[in-house]
């Protein structure tokens, strides 16, 4: 199949997919129960998000998906140094 040939993903088609990987690996990182990725979940979200950024303008998502994905780990990291902090300052309270 040629790059012509693809079917074209659509943004909020591809995010919606990739959001389910950003959220399983969040739930791996914290050590809630989750299955790891798997060859198949791994090759599928590569390739989405591959393709996502190879497709021809306008459907080019590579700058919103790089913008998306770090909106959401840098989320992702504040809410959890938010937490760390608070749970810190709560035992010296209680000490």
Known sequence: MTMSERKIIELETG???MQKGITKL???LEGIP???FNSEEYI????????MCT???PQDY???LYDRYR???EEYITSMVSY????LKILSFIS
């Open 84 to 87: 760390f902090l608070f749970s």
């Open 15 to 17: 995010w919606e997919f």
């Open 44 to 51: 599928m979200l590569y390739t989405t998000i591959y393709n």
């Open 71 to 73: 909106d959401s780990f």
């Open 62 to 64: 590579s700058q919103q």
């Open 55 to 57: 497709q021809k303008p």
């Open 26 to 28: 969040k739930n791996i």
């Open 34 to 36: 989750e299955q790891q």
